[in-house]
């Protein structure tokens, strides 16, 4: 028997049946990413119900030297939460962990295990909201989008999930209990370990709760969709937007051709404009108190912008149910590529002010050097952060060195090669490539300081 085998049953003995799962049937659903690129191996998922139990098996893992993988919803893009090929690591589930411990005014504390979109509907019951969501809402869960620092489409006006952690629960690879979930305001006791840990995937420890920021509930939104000539106009027209207002809570941008792909290959969705532009941009207002009038204010600065040039045409949401179908033309942007044989996607970010430049010379540069490719960028302009894709069946068999030819693009920018997804295996190789010496230098480091055993989700991130 193995030692990851033995540590299974030692598991199973002392916390019970359900804590150790062992029947394959069981274990396949969770050996694979999100993306189907990644595939791993275990002989068990380890599933504590609390903190404790945490602690202690961390610490049987530390004693029998064996590898503990995280992991939450399983929703991550880069295959950070897939166990090795060999099986020589355990899965360590935290799904079974998913208490709210508490919902006050402003601060919720939420075990790992809690999913993003029962923490917004709890918050919901108070008149408040959790300010961050994605298309994995119904099964990501709080651990695993601390662990990844994750993002979504409002980190315009609230930020990250970095933001948003208030105070962190966690274990440490040599068994001991963190407690900071006290959100204290100011706390100069030296290194912050709860930022340490967020978007660390869980290479330093495993995050077992989190006091997250509430903000109250939205009371009325508006959402809007216009036309305009470049990038460069979109960002003019954010700052312009931003400038009068600090209602803007979603800014997206999307390429003309990216639209005609979701209108063609996506039932039920139609332009929102009369006529064709050649990028357009997703914007919605909100507002948390009575009295409000988002669309109004919607209304009055695109007309305003209209007379400054800043866009070409403009509609506005007349309900929520308009509001939604815009939303998912901008969500349906990879379905649709899907349909045409799918792409090769990159989560980049470069300084906000350099992205219009760079969504544009970037893409030339890709098809120039790749014939029979083509390149565009959506997403989340406001935060430097879009999601640059390649597609068309000349990129076959030319995957990697088309990624290599834009992460160099990328960080010759000033840009990150992740900007929300993290780093996992997929991205192993490029970051240590191309990172700065002195960042891989500390990493590495701080690695082996705290987990010199390297239990903690083995080859990822960092090694």
Known sequence: MSDAQNLVENVRNRFGDRAAITEPSDIEPWLTDWRGRFHGQTPGILSPASTEEVADIVRMAAAHR???VAQGGNTGMVGGATPPPDGSALILSLRRMNKLRSIGAGV??????????????????TGQRFPLTLGARGSCTIGGLVSTNAGGTQVLKFGTMRSLVLGLEAVLPDGSIYDGLAALKKDNRGYNLDQLLTGAEGTLGVVTAASLRLVPAVVARAVAWAGLSDPQRALELLQFMQARTDRIEGFE????????????????????????HPWHVLIEATSDRAGEDPAALLQSLLAE????????????????????????????IAEAERATGGSLAHDVSVPVPDMPRFMADAAAAVEAKFAGTHASAFGHLGDGN??????????????????????????????????????????????????????????????????????????????
């Open 66 to 68: 064996v590898a503990l």
């Open 108 to 125: 919720a504390v939420a075990e790992a295990g809690v999913i993003l979109a029962d923490l917004h509907e709890r918050a919901a019951e």
């Open 253 to 276: 941008i999307v390429p003309q051709d990216c639209l005609d792909l979701v209108l063609g290959h996506v039932p039920g969705t139609r332009n929102p404009l009369a006529g064709a």
């Open 386 to 463: 879009v999601h640059f894709h390649v597609r068309g069946d000349a990129m076959r068999g030319q995957e990697s060195d088309i990624s290599h030819f834009v992460y160099d693009l990328v960080t010759r920018a000033g840009g990150s090669i992740s900007a929300e997804h993290g780093i996992g295996q997929l991205k192993l190789e490029e970051l240590e490539r191309l990172a700065p010496p002195a960042k891989l230098h500390a990493m590495q480091a701080i690695k082996q300081a705290l987990d010199p055993l390297g239990i903690m989700n083995p080859g990822k991130l960092v090694r």
């Open 305 to 332: 912008a209209l007379d400054h040039h800043l866009i070409e045409d403009a509609t506005l949401s007349a309900n929520d149910a308009q509001a939604e179908a815009f939303w998912r033309i901008r969500d349906s």
